[in-house]
């Protein structure tokens, strides 16, 4: 694991100054060349890519989903779990193979991956044809990397965050719905998870820098934004100001984006002040991510989570209340050292206490520097799938019941794309964050539409667009 240490500090430091002239730096060196960008992991990510793809745009580059066609790839890559790693490395082996006839095959490694030494070891004894590495802190040096890539391996990878950055050249993937991040890294140092280690403590931007890009993206005609953090409900606790979430929900509600959202909530730090806030505000949307990880507090106080199963209960029935037909997500973890059959039952038990929306489910996998990676994982393979099936069915026994009550209802759809479910047909989201395929509205994408919802699966719902409604 990466941990900071003075002579870094000075580099850093000294770096500085370097890193922040690299920001939006512009170049026509690579006109008529292609770049072949992959994303791995969250929203973090996502949004990070969408840096990259200015970085790689400002340099002339023009984006390809073929990757035979690339003259650059670049890996943004996950950390969270094993399976994030060995997709990176499986990808790797097959640009290998393209490398040995295109010698000039540009190759960078950045994200989440590239924080961790290991890593950063092994791509230089194992994969010296990668050219560039990159990490989290340093996303805007690439630039500069790339201007000046040879087929020596340059890695660049700070374990101290630096400044924070503002007026960023990002290429959005959508002209309708945006991410605005309101803080990098995270403090809570749950005990199975890399991201603080992986993305550093915990910083906040200037709520009017915020609420600057915000107004921005609604003059440019963004329908919905969504404000992005490892914790949301912490921001602005590392700053001298006196800033918190429900005063940023607020004045960025204010300014009348159509929709607002945010991701992701932990339950901790979950105000009374959020929860009227979003009650308060029609355009901040009923939907909150809300991780539970697990429903016995014994494992919970092992995760390091800071509540119990009856605070999370407690929350969960507060929001439902105060915010009628609030829909709730989560995130569960299941098969973490010294989880008993006892303890994965009390897990079952919340989640038909609280009827979740969704969930996404994992099985808990060790990380190298995590507390929890010093505990032996005791529980084997085969239990760790039979709970994830388990849990699996419930939850998703959930999700369609959920959904089934939308069948016949007319509700707001924001379309975003094409659906990739037929030809005619679209898809967007409903203010729940339910994922709809739409018949009858090919003409509608970036609009929000009245949609009549004919049927409903686990995680998606069927629908055509409601003419008379629309009239009215
Ligand atoms: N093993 C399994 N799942 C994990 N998550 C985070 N770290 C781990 C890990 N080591 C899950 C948590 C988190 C989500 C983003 O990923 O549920 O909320
Ligand atoms: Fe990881 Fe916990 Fe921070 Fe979420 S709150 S990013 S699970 S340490």
């Known amino acids: 694991m990466n941990l900071p240490n003075l002579k870094e500090a000075k580099i850093r430091t000294n770096k500085e100054v370097a890193i922040k002239e690299a920001l939006n730096l512009k170049s026509d060196k690579f006109k008529g060349q292609k770049f072949y960008l992959k994303t791995y992991g969250c929203q973090m990510n996502v949004h990070d890519s969408e840096e990259i793809k200015g970085i790689l745009t400002n340099l002339s580059f023009s984006e390809t989903t073929d990757l035979n066609e690339a003259d650059i790839i670049v890996l943004n890559t996950c950390a969270i779990r094993e399976n994030a790693h060995d997709k990176v490395f499986g990808f790797l082996g097959r640009i290998k193979h393209l490398k040995r006839n295109k010698p000039d095959l540009i190759v960078c490694v950045g994200g989440c991956m590239a924080q961790e030494n290991s890593v950063a070891n092994l791509l230089k004894e194992k994969y010296p044809f990668v050219n560039i590495v990159f990490g989290t802190h340093n996303i805007n040096e690439l630039g500069t990397m790339i201007l000046n890539a040879s087929s020596n391996q340059d890695i660049e990878v700070y374990s101290i965050e630096g400044d924070v950055y503002e007026n960023i050249d990002y290429k959005r993937d959508s002209k309708y719905s945006a991410w605005v991040n309101i803080m990098y890294g995270c403090d809570k140092f749950c005990t199975y998870c890399i991201v603080p280690y992986t993305r550093g403590k915990q910083r906040s931007r200037k709520m009017p820098d915020i609420l600057k890009e915000v107004q921005t993206l609604k003059d440019e005609g963004y329908q919905e934004i969504t404000l992005l953090g490892q914790n949301v409900n912490a921001y602005g606790k590392d700053l001298a100001e006196n800033y918190d ?228």
């Not at 004045?251 to 929709?259: C, F, G, Q, S, V």
């Not at 939907?287 to 014994?298: A, D, N």
């Not at 209960?313 to 569960?332: H, M, N, R, V, W």
């Not at 729940?432 to 995680?459: Q, R, Y």
Request: hydrophobic share 35%; with cysteine; aromatic share 8%.
């Open 245 to 472: 979430f429900a005063t940023l929900l607020e004045e960025a509600a204010r300014i009348n984006i159509p929709r607002i959202r945010f991701v992701t909530s932990h339950p901790w730090d979950f105000t009374d002040e959020m929860i009227n806030v979003i009650a308060k505000y029609p355009n901040i949307m009923p939907y909150i991510h809300l991780p539970l990880q697990s429903g016995s507090s014994k494992i919970l106080k092992l995760m390091g989570r800071r509540y119990t199963k009856e605070d999370y209960l407690k929350l969960y029935q507060k929001i439902k209340e105060t915010i009628p037909g609030c829909s709730i997500t989560t995130d569960i973890i299941v098969g973490f050292p010294n989880e008993t059959e006892e303890d994965f039952k009390e897990t079952l038990d919340v989640v038909n206490t609280c009827a979740f929306d969704g969930a996404y489910t994992f099985i808990y996998s060790p990380r190298e520097g995590t507390p929890a990676a010093l505990i032996k994982d005791n529980i084997s393979k085969e239990v760790k799938e039979a709970r994830l099936q388990t849990l699996n069915k419930l939850v998703n026994s959930y999700s369609l019941k959920h959904n089934k009550e939308y069948v016949n209802k007319i509700v707001k759809v924001l379309v975003t794309s094409p659906s990739e479910k037929g030809e005619n047909k679209v898809c967007g989201y409903t203010e729940t964050m339910k994922l709809v395929n739409i018949t009858g509205a090919s003409n509608d994408i970036g609009k929000i539409i009245d949609v009549k919802i004919t049927s409903a699966k686990s995680f998606s719902l069927d629908g055509e667009k409601e003419i008379f409604a629309n009239i009215s």
